[in-house]
C-alpha cells in the first residue's frame, strides 16, 4: 500500500500521522432539569460556548453552554428534547469558542454545526477560527478606496458599493429582498463569496443552492444555511460560522462577499436566548444583548491593512410592519456603511428592483467616484426626489405646468428615470455601462 502514490487511504493515514489525540480523562456531567428547551446541567464545569453531546437511548444530542448559575452549566439544545431524560450523561467535545473553517467549505453547503447538507461526503477540515472574531485594533481596518461591482445599474450608478463596506438591505417581507441578493450575488466581482442563510425557509435554502452552487462560480463559494425551524443558538452559530469563514479567508489576502440574510432573524434568535435566561425586555421586547449581536458581527467586515485582504458585508434586515423605525432597523442602519431602502408602493407597481432611491444610501460613494458621477447621481436623485413627492397631485391633474421647472423636467423624464432604475433579475450591466447611461440619460 505505501508504494502506491495515489491509493485513497493515504490522505487519511497523513492526517492521523498529524493528529494529536487528547489522553486526559473524559469529564462528564449529569442532565437535572430541562425548562422549556433551557437544560441544567450538574458535575460539568466548561466554558460558555463549549458544545455537548448528551447521551440517550436513541443516538445523542447536541446542546451548547450558554451561562451558568449557582454552579450548573446552563445549556440550550441544539435539536428537539424529545427523549431528553433526567441523569443523561453530557459529555463535551471540541474546542470552546472555536468553529472550523478551511478550503474545504468551498463548492459546500453546510449546516450551523459545519455538517454537509448537500450530500457530499464530510468535510475534511483542519483549520479553526475563534467564533467571535479576532479582535483588532480600529487602525487596522484600511479605508474604503475601490468600488465594488455588483451588476446591478440602480446600485452601481447612484448608490455605489466599495470593497470592505458593509450594506444593508431593508424592506418589509415580499418586497424582493432575496432577488436583490441574487442578483448581487451572480454578479459581483469577488474572489470568495460567503452565503449564510440564517432563519429563513428551507425552501429559499434549496432555491439557493440550485441556482448558486452550479458551474464556475461554485468552486469560489460556500452556504451555511440554518432554516427557521433549528434552534436559536444554532442560528447564531450559523452567522458566526459565516463571518469567521469570511475573515479566515479574508486573513489570506483575499477578497470576500459575505451576504448574510437575514440580521433580524439573528437578532430574534438572540432574543429568544436573552429572555430565556431571564435578561429583560427593553426596545419592543428586544434586550440589550440581541441587539448587540447585530454589532458585533458587522463589526467583523471590512478590509483588513495587515493582510490587504477584505470583506464586504451584504446584510439584510427585515422591517417588521415596513417600519424603517424598528429596533433592528435602527441598529442596523447606525452600524452600517450604507443602506439599501426596498419600497412596497414600486412593488406593487411592478417596479423591480423595488429600490427606494431617495431614502437609499452609501456613506462611502464620495471617497471612490469621481466627481462628475456624483454630480449626476445628485441630479437623478433631485429628479426622483420630486416626482415622487408630487406624484399624487400630477396624478389628479392638479399640478399646473410651469410652477416648478424641476418637478417640470422630471415628468418629462419620468419614464426614462423609471426604466433606468428596472432591471430583469438575470441580467448584468457592467459598471463603466451604467454610468455611461446615466450620464447619456441626464445629457452629461
Known sequence: MASSPLHPALPMLARLANAHPDLAPRRFGR???CDGGLLEVSGLQVPIGTQCRIAHRRGDLAAEVIGFRNGRSLMMLLGDPVLLRP???????????????????LGRAVDGEGKPIDGGPPLAHTAQWPAGGVRTGALDRSPVRLPFETGVRALDALTTFGVGQRIGIMAGSGVGKSVLLDMVAHGAQAEIVIVGLIGERAREVSDFVERHMTGARRAHSAVIAV??????????????MATALAEYFRAQGRRVLLIMDSLTRVAHAGREIALLLGEPGAARGYPPSALATITKLVERAGNSAASSGSVT?????????DNQDDPVVDTARSILDGHIVLSRELAQRGHYPAIDIPASLSRVMNDITSPEHQALARQFRALIAAYESNRDLVLMGAYRQGADPQLDRAIAMHDGLSAFLMQEARSLVPMADAIGQLATLLGG
Open 31 to 33: 442532565l437535572s432539569a
Open 87 to 105: 441523569g443523561a450523561k453530557v459529555c463535551p467535545e471540541g474546542r470552546p469558542g472555536m468553529v472550523p473553517v478551511g478550503e474545504a467549505f
Open 227 to 240: 432554516p427557521a425551524d433549528h434552534a436559536p443558538n444554532l442560528r447564531i452559530r450559523g452567522a458566526m
Open 313 to 321: 458585508g451584504l446584510y439584510t434586515v427585515l422591517a417588521d410592519g
